[in-house]
């Protein structure tokens, strides 16, 4: 999708999170900033002027920052200036995973000589289009003081502002001018502290304090503009857009017929159809003002071989209806974005997908995810609203994507010992389901092929010398399996030790969230797991003729409404049996609940360095 600037540094930063005050850190700080966002007419336009100027200090001692600013095709960059500054540079905004964009950037450093020393930069932008100017930030990755933002709506300008994250340290206020006709918002913003990074974080509109705004309309010479004065505004936009997308059905249907001959059922030719892009079609993002949310063609997609999320949800689509099924394009914000279509902005949704209606059912078909088979969703896309092309396309229907438990998630291994010599000899059954497939399969597709072995011998093995695994036979490893499975014979060195008649076993390789407690001093957000994971152990001991089972470890049990934690051995009829539980109900976890995950994670190691001891009777 096109990229709203939320704040234009956030997108280089992978969320950062806030602290109580200034810190040591800060040797930078903003003094002073006074942003002013004025709505006016531009030959019979509306546009939205910028100015931006801000002051910054050096607290401490002599050093250089880099000062950024984005623009692109939607907005014009008209001035730049500052004091203690470099000579600015313009370039093209490029990522890795990007193969197109309009970003550019102007850039230049900001010197500071000593502490005391002072600089100020100065910028100047005109948005051309009001739709796409959505979000304003309050916070910036310096230590503010006092920032002051207005926005100047005269009364011909239509719109609402909506207030975010905001904190005590956030003042409004509102100014009627009925001489110029216009009403001005406020913001002043102080002891703002520095956005720093954090793993693991939540998304920018979950965290920090901004203002989502929302051009509805104009009336301009007694002619009136819609904006997105409701959803069905929003979305007769989208439509209008993807209206101009030419696919060739001719080529389109040669190919999927191609793709399905060997099917049996209609089922069967959706799956193969899925397949097909996830397996074969790249996965690029693509930013380009309104051509950013216009799919490409879908035989140039095909032509190709790679697209953003657009281009590919375009090209699954025309498969499915050149095959007569009814797949339709749909519009979603990720779990990285707060907002839902309650309010009509671009700045509720960043990704696209396929929409199936198939026996009844609504299936969600996000091909830009390589290993999550049909009827199957990550988490980014689970619980999140859809906007769906209804049936004649120029309406729509507003869904809510299923959620599932982690059980989808299941990591899950058996493992059968015996004890030869010192050595835990063992034939073992791994399986990975839903994103911990994904996961295990991204890391393969990314290691290269005359490494792959090695690799994955190594993470059987826990990557312990003492460990050897054989025989690996994989079952599953496509697309649209349910499961990846491994089978393998492992000879475990690492969790045996022979003392005089006794065995000390620790049957327990992999030790999943041994090292996973929380700085809490240091740890300022909440953690946002990758996914809910789930973590099965179910590990057998037949123990030799002639030994006795002498020590036991005992049972853990943790119910927790995020999390449930166990692991339990059982002894019978010669067979020792390790059964472990580590089951995550939320993705979520609140730093007010960091104290008790720590708390848990003390447990968990406690249980993990508990060993099972075997004498000679």
């Not at 193969?272 to 996830?278: E, G, I, K, R």
């Not at 707060?338 to 026996?359: G, Q, R």
Request: charged share 25%; hydrophobic share 35%; aromatic share 12%.
């Amino acid at each position: 999708m096109k990229i709203i600037r939320l704040f234009t540094l956030v997108t280089l930063l992978s969320g950062v999170p806030f602290l109580n005050a200034q810190t040591d850190e800060d040797n930078i700080i903003i003094t002073n900033c006074l942003e002013t966002y004025t709505f006016q007419e531009e030959k019979g336009s509306v546009v939205v002027k910028e100015k931006k100027e801000t002051h910054y200090e050096c607290t401490k001692r002599g050093t250089n920052i880099p000062i950024v600013e984005f623009y692109d095709n939607e907005t014009a960059l008209d001035k730049v200036g500052g004091k203690r500054t470099s000579t600015p540079e313009y370039s093209l905004y490029t990522t890795d995973d990007m193969f197109y964009t309009d970003m550019k950037v102007c850039y230049f450093n900001l010197y500071f000589d000593r502490k005391g020393s002072t600089g100020v930069v100065k910028f100047e932008k005109t948005h051309k289009e009001p739709r796409y100017f959505s979000v304003i930030g309050l916070s910036d990755i310096q230590f503010i003081k006092e920032k002051t933002v207005q926005v100047i709506v005269p009364e011909w300008m239509n719109l609402e502002i909506i207030e975010h994250n905001f904190r005590d340290n956030v003042k409004k206020e509102l100014k009627m001018d009925a001489k110029g006709k216009t009403k001005t918002y406020i913001y002043t913003i102080t002891n703002e502290p520095a956005m720093k990074s954090e793993s693991s974080m939540r998304g920018y509109s979950f965290v920090y304090p901004h203002l989502q705004v929302v051009s509805k309309s104009a009336v301009l010479n007694g002619v009136k503009t819609t904006f997105f004065e409701t959803l069905d505004d929003q979305y007769a936009w989208y439509h209008q857009v993807v209206q101009e997308v030419n696919n060739d059905k001719q080529i389109i249907s040669a190919k999927a017929q191609e793709i399905v001959q060997d099917c049996k059922t209609e089922e069967e030719k959706i799956r193969t159809l899925f397949a097909w892009v996830q397996d074969n079609i790249r996965y690029l993002a693509f930013s380009d003002g309104m051509a950013g949310f216009k799919p490409a063609d879908a035989q140039e997609v095909l032509r190709k071989k790679y697209g953003d999320c657009k281009g590919m949800a375009n090209l699954l689509k025309a498969f499915l209806e050149a095959e007569g099924f009814d797949a339709r394009l749909a519009w979603l914000g990720t779990n990285h974005i707060a907002y839902d279509y309650t309010t009509p902005s671009l700045s509720v949704d960043n990704h696209m997908i396929c929409a199936l209606n198939f026996n009844d059912q609504f299936y969600y078909l996000d091909p830009t995810v390589k290993y999550m088979p049909l009827g199957e969703y990550p988490l980014t896309i689970q619980g999140r609203q859809t906007l769906i092309e209804d049936s004649d396309r120029s309406k729509y229907l507003l869904k809510r994507i299923p959620t599932f438990s982690s059980s989808l998630n299941a990591d899950s291994l058996y493992c059968e010992y015996t004890l030869s010599e010192v050595k835990l000899i063992g034939d073992a059954h791994q399986s990975f389901k839903g994103e911990s497939k994904q996961t295990i399969m991204s890391l393969m597709d990314a290691t290269p092929k005359d490494q792959l072995n090695q690799a994955l011998k190594q993470f059987l093995e826990s990557n312990h010398s003492l460990n050897e695994v054989t025989n690996i036979n994989m079952q599953g490893a496509t697309s649209q399996s349910t499961q990846v499975e491994m089978f393998y014979t492992i000879s475990n060195g690492s969790g045996i030790q022979a003392l005089g008649d006794e065995y000390y076993i620790d049957l327990d390789l992999s030790k999943e969230l041994m090292n996973s407690d929380i700085d809490i001093e240091k740890r300022i957000h909440d953690i946002a797991f990758n996914y809910r994971y789930h973590y099965i152990q179910d590990i057998v001991l037949h123990i030799p003729e002639g030994y006795e089972v002498s020590y036991l470890p005992k049972e853990l049990k943790i119910d927790n409404p995020d999390y449930t934690f166990s692991i339990k051995y059982d002894y019978e009829d010669g067979k020792l049996s390790y059964k472990k539980r580590l089951i995550f109900l939320d993705h979520l976890l609140l730093k007010s609940d960091f104290k008790t995950w720590n708390e848990t994670i003390s447990e968990l190691k406690k249980a993990y360095m508990e060993q099972i001891v075997l004498k000679k009777q």
